[in-house]
């Protein structure tokens, strides 16, 4: 899933320390990257993954407890 010029524009990378512009990533897997920190992020089945694997800082494992 390569997205279009007018989407990537209105896009930015979902990082908080960075928000830098994305490019389109064509192989091995196709999605978009963000030019300021390198981060890539997937896409499938017409839709974007811009979530991150990793958790924001200073954020912890979640408590089970209840």
Do not use: F, H
Not at 31 to 39: A, E, I, K, N, Q
């Amino acid at each position: 899933m390569t997205p279009d010029a007018e989407l990537l524009r209105l896009l930015a990378c979902p990082e908080s320390a960075c928000r830098g512009p994305l490019e389109p990533v064509e192989a091995p897997q196709q999605g978009v990257r963000c030019t300021l920190c390198g981060r890539e992020y997937s896409g499938s089945a017409g839709w974007l993954d811009l979530v991150s694997a990793e958790p924001p800082a200073g954020v912890g494992p979640m408590d089970q407890s209840v």
